[in-house]
């Protein structure tokens, strides 16, 4: 089958060979791009067919579209879904069909309308982002305790994401990213932030090096609220386009660090976290507790990195609406879990 570039190429023909049903015709709802394109698709045709779909695809613009395949992110996301997208444990899209081509980066993914099945999108203003981030914790030890020891040999990470800590391109390119960040927030975030993207820059090798410690297991990898949905009072996620070996609390620290509200977060992490252990507990897998606080610590720091290089692209890769809080956010964990207290005893 071909994999349609742009929303024209989505056409009932072509959507008759993916369903191997009747498709009549198709109407383009909505179509965006931003990290990748994106479509919603309603389809007449055969009784059985889905009223509509979300369409993933390349971006729209020649520029995105160069950037995405150099980092794999869609082929990565499609790979997953085309290899466990209907056994993962966790509530995601149902897949109608995924498929990419990695000798030019083309991909495309079928999935689960969401909104037009009734879920909704959480936000960190929500009055029970609580209730989100509780499910969120016994629906990732489900993830990671199901994960634990397995083969894995489907999971291919991003193009981008598969060298070595030591590279010195993918370390170049690391704190470019922080380096942009401290030129443009520094002076607004405050001591902390300026010291630890220092310290970050001058070692981030280092640094990068202590994520591979602990037990691995399959992470969603990119766990903030905005690749998050709500079905019935079930969490569930979308967007898996990072999805790697970790330990399991990266995906923990992830969203509590970057999603809740700051005084949430402060009130709340340490039950959250101790909910995550029972949870991962009552599934067969016991961590010690001072080894999980320690590693939420470290995390924290993988999502606080990775909320100042959103940051510092803008516009290019979200709204400032959507990376301005998150970057507060990181900045008052980093601060309250005294991080860089962490990476002087650890470096």
């Known amino acids: 089958m071909t994999i349609p570039a742009d929303p024209a190429d989505l056409t009932a023909v072509w959507f008759s060979e993916v369903f191997g049903l009747p498709v009549t015709a198709v109407d383009l709802l909505d179509a965006h791009s931003g990290t990748t394109g994106r479509a919603r698709v309603g389809l007449t045709g055969h009784s059985e067919l889905p009223a509509s779909v979300f369409v993933k695809l390349q971006p729209f613009t020649a520029e995105q579209r160069g ?36 000798a030019d980066g083309s991909f495309i993914m079928v999935l689960e309308d969401l909104a037009a099945a009734g879920c909704r999108f ?23 305790a199901a994960y634990r020891g397995t083969d894995m040999s489907w999971l291919t990470p991003a193009e981008g994401m598969r060298r070595t800590p030591t590279d010195g391109e993918l370390a170049a390119q690391r704190t470019h990213f922080i380096r942009l960040g401290l030129e443009q927030f520094g002076d607004e975030m405050g001591a902390a932030f300026q010291e630890l993207a220092e310290l970050y820059i001058e070692r981030s090798g280092d640094v990068i090096a202590l994520y591979g410690e602990g037990e691995q297991t399959l992470i969603h990898g990119d766990d903030h609220i905005g690749n998050l949905f709500v079905d019935g009072g079930r969490t569930g996620f979308f967007d898996w386009a990072v999805a790697c070996r970790s330990p399991g609390l990266r995906d923990v620290a992830y969203f509590t660090c970057n999603s809740l509200p700051i005084e949430v977060r402060r009130s709340e992490q340490d ?8 949870a991962l507990s009552s599934h ?19 999502s606080w990195i990775a909320a100042v290089s959103t940051a510092a692209m803008g516009e290019q890769w979200q709204p400032v609406e959507v990376t301005r809080p998150a970057l507060l956010s990181m900045t008052a964990a980093i601060e309250d879990l005294d991080v860089l207290g962490l990476l002087r005893a650890r470096l």
Request: with cysteine; charged share 20%.
């Open 67 to 102: 950037f995405l395949r150099r980092i794999g992110l869609g082929v990565a996301e499609a790979r997953l879904y085309g290899a466990v997208g209907g056994e993962l444990p966790v509530r995601i899209p149902h897949v109608w069909h995924a498929a990419c081509d990695p």
């Open 122 to 144: 959480p936000t960190p203003t929500d009055p029970d982002v609580l209730d989100v981030a509780t499910s969120l914790v016994d629906e990732l030890a489900v993830l990671h």
């Open 271 to 278: 039950a959250l976290l101790d909910r995550y252990l029972a």
């Open 284 to 302: 067969g897998w016991d961590l010690a507790a001072d080894t999980a606080r320690e590693q939420y610590r470290l995390f924290s720091l993988y």
